[in-house]
Nanobody
Framework: QLQASGGGLVQVGGSLRLPCAATGFTFNYYVMGWFRQYPGKERQVVSYISSSGLTTYYADSVKGRFTISRDNAKNIVTLQMDNLKPEDAATYYC???????????????????WGKGTQVTVSS
């Protein structure tokens, strides 16, 4: 299971940190990612990180502002979100899969594990 937390209300330009704790599977075998979903819209990948932590991906819209990291000793993946913009307001979902390719699938189709969403609200 994946348990995400850290969502909340923040002002434009502020920061939030979204940790996601994993249990029940061998964390360091899995690619970990974050997706977000706007109301009425499809879920989209925001960022992902390889099992080793050596490879990361960021959507163009968050490059330079978001940082993904993982602690394989603690089974946690974290999305640090800085300089938040109104368009970052969404529900964020933690995800895990054995294959990096799955992170690139539309909607994250076939993902092994999804966490429950955590809401991020950005006020101007």
């Amino acid at each position: 299971q994946l348990q995400a937390s850290g969502g909340g209300l923040v002002q434009v330009g502020g920061s939030l940190r979204l940790p996601c704790a994993a249990t029940g599977f061998t964390f360091n075998y899995y690619v970990m990612g974050w997706f977000r979903q706007y109301p009425g819209k499809e879920r989209q990948v925001v960022s992902y990180i390889s099992s080793s932590g050596l490879t990361t991906y960021y959507a163009d819209s968050v490059k330079g502002r978001f940082t993904i990291s993982r602690d394989n000793a603690k089974n946690i993946v974290t999305l640090q979100m800085d300089n938040l913009k109104p368009e970052d307001a969404a529900t964020y979902y933690c995800a895990a899969d054995r294959l990096m390719q799955t992170m690139r699938e539309p909607l994250g189709y076939g993902m092994d594990y999804w966490g429950k969403g955590t809401q991020v609200t950005v006020s101007s």
